[in-house]
């Protein structure tokens, strides 16, 4: 198997280093999604037993320690907790705006290799028959089996490999895809949990005018 790779031809390394660099991408993608991917339910339970005890500073910190974009969320809302719903509302969306881009990184990359990989392999085929097609005007009129079996070997695996990596590139970004939609799924429901919360926490509280003490007339 890897005598024919080595004999596949100029479009068979471009294949390899474009599976390599897919393989490469998969890797960190998957790593950092599974990090991030926390459970939410019970982060958001300890932060809110922080801040129901006062200690706004301890929950701000366990929001920036802990990884994932459920924590960057639930910084936003604890450091706009004094803000209006309005105000707070906008602060948690622009916090999961920001997260996005940086779940999808590396998606498009995956995606390129998985459609561009068959047509390399297409181009390898057809640099395989060319040099079939060369090798048997050269040796014309006696053409023996020998002088075509390079171009087609080199054919054979450039259409095998460029298929293969399409196929595992495509499977990766669509495994992926799903682990980000389940972190969007996991920020949505936060987000309304998060802003709930914020809102029962700040109309408990008193207001200043109905805490000042009465003053006599």
Known sequence: MVSLILHGGPAVWLLLAGG????LVFLERLFNLHRAQIAPDDFLKGIYNILDRGNVVEAATLCEEAPGPV???????VLHHDDTPE??????EDAGLEEIPRMEWGLGW?????RMAPL???LGTVLGLM????????AAPLVQSADLTGGLWSALVATALGLAIGILAYAGYNFLVSRV??????MERSASALLNYMRQ???ARPSPAASAPETAP
């Open 201 to 203: 926490r700040n109309a």
């Open 87 to 92: 105000n707070l509302a906008r602060a948690i």
């Open 120 to 122: 390399v392999g297409l």
């Open 110 to 114: 995956l995606s390129s290799i998985a």
């Open 20 to 23: 390599f660099f897919a393989l």
């Open 131 to 138: 040099e079939m097609l060369r090798a048997a005007k050269q």
């Open 181 to 186: 939609e389940s972190i969007l799924l996991d």
């Open 71 to 77: 924590a960057r969320l639930a910084l936003a809302a």
